[in-house]
């Protein structure tokens, strides 16, 4: 069983910046596909990031150029770098793991960019 705890949410103004991080329980990032999700007030939820067990990213075109996944194995911390925050952009935003044809989900953190 895989727990996965963000954190680094909060308060910030359009045009500001925001890094999230998220700590699995286990060192799974070799044989895991790592994203981030975001789910708004009265909105389905939608994958922003992901990351696979490779290294590659891929973006949905709505934050390409402002949201960057990335991870570090020796902190064991994979994270969601945004920039440029829109209030579109406000969120929860949910870590995910999928690995041996499961998939785990943190707890959120709220984002919520506004003046």
């Known amino acids: 069983q895989v727990q996965l705890v963000e954190s680094g949410g909060g308060l910030v103004q359009p045009g500001g910046s925001l890094r999230l991080s998220c700590v699995p329980s286990?060192?799974?990032?070799?044989?895991?596909?790592m994203g981030w999700y975001r789910q708004a007030p009265g909105k389905q939820r939608e994958l922003v990031a992901t990351i696979f067990n490779n290294g590659r990213t891929n973006y949905p075109d709505s934050v390409k150029g402002r949201f960057t996944i990335s991870r570090d194995s020796a902190k064991n911390t994979v994270y969601l770098q945004m920039v440029s925050l829109e209030p579109e952009d406000t969120a929860v935003y949910y870590c995910?793991?999928?690995?041996?044809?499961?998939?785990?989900w943190g707890q959120g953190t709220q984002v919520t960019v506004s003046s």
């Open positions: 995910n793991a999928i690995l041996f044809s499961a998939s785990y």
């Open positions: 286990g060192r799974i990032f070799s044989v895991a596909t």
